[in-house]
């Protein structure tokens, strides 16, 4: 099991190299058809997305490791403390890349027209 959670260690940090370095490569090839604040834009988003789906992969690998390999109280309370910090860096980051909270995003993204009729109905 050891060598499946060094797996997922190595995937995880593949997933933030690899998909940093794709980030900023898009965002130089696009500054030309984009302009410079859409590739930053475009940039910040694509970084923030392997973040979360790295720091995703070392979690996986911080449970399994664990679960299997040292299930002692120290390293439980450990692994609580590590996952405690890495859900509220992805929440931190997802919040950033959305621009809202989780729970508002669907009135966000639902038309207006849609949000004005659902006022003005008297169940609402």
């Known amino acids: 099991m050891e060598s499946v959670v060094h797996g997922f260690e190595v995937g995880g940090v593949a997933v933030l190299v690899l998909g940093a370095l794709a980030a900023f490569v898009h965002a130089a090839w696009s500054v030309r058809s984009q302009g410079a604040a859409a590739a930053y834009e475009n940039a910040r988003r694509n970084v923030g997305r392997a973040i979360l789906l790295g720091l995703e992969l070392l979690i996986i690998a911080d449970i399994v490791l664990t679960i299997t390999v040292e299930p002692t109280l120290a390293s439980a309370l450990a692994l609580g ?43 609402a």
Do not use: H, M, N
């Not at 959305?98 to 004005?116: K, N, V």
């Open 81 to 123: 403390l590590i996952v405690l910090v890495r859900t509220f860096l992805s929440f931190s980051l997802e919040v950033e890349l959305e621009g809202t909270l989780p729970w508002r995003r669907a009135a966000r993204d639902e038309p207006s027209s849609t949000r004005g009729q659902a006022q003005d109905s008297p169940g």
